[in-house]
């Protein structure tokens, strides 16, 4: 028979000899906890880089969750102006180019939100929620009319910011 190979010993799993065996790998909390020394999205960001960097990573999590829902108001504006246009409920083939890549670009920033959440920052969960909320609010609510009319006769008109008409609800399903 030929030579034996011995295998090396496992690793220690427990105690002080497992945190040091592996000094790279940070710590990832499974709840959500408070604090600026989160990192989200990109190893090492914000981390310890203080308050301000904590903020602007906030910030960005909101406006991506602002997009996410401005993308979906687009998208649906787009469906809508194309399905007029098309014979036997044909859609054009630059609707339907333009649709997919706004429908790929919600995708994208939705799943970036997600992965932001993950961290289990309870600072990054709030800033999502706000910014889907004000996302929502600016993009397709009928709160800010389209032109110069009033905020009742545009959404009466079906002229709102979501381009959606009598018999829908603000959030673009049908009464």
Request: with cysteine; hydrophobic share 50%.
């Amino acid at each position: 028979m030929g030579p034996t190979m011995e295998m090396a010993p496992a690793p220690p799993t427990t105690g002080k000899a497992a945190s040091a065996s592996a000094p790279h790998m940070p710590m990832m909390h499974m709840s959500f906890f408070w604090g600026d020394r989160a990192v989200v999205l990109f190893p090492g960001w914000p981390g310890a880089r203080g308050a301000g960097a904590y903020l602007l990573c906030l910030l960005f999590v909101l406006a991506l969750a602002a997009l996410t829902e401005a993308l979906a108001a687009a998208s649906r504006c787009v469906a809508r102006r194309g399905a007029g246009g098309g014979a036997a409920g044909r859609v054009p083939a630059s609707s339907a180019a333009l649709l997919t890549a706004a429908h790929a670009a919600r995708m994208g920033t939705a799943y970036l939100v997600m992965l932001a959440v993950m961290s289990f920052n309870g600072g990054v969960l709030l800033a999502a929620v706000a910014g889907h909320a004000l996302g929502f609010l600016l993009a397709r609510s009928r709160v800010h009319p389209r032109g110069g009319g009033g905020g009742a006769a545009a959404a009466a008109s079906g002229h709102g910011l979501g381009g959606m008409g009598v018999g829908h609800h603000p959030d673009g399903s049908k009464a």
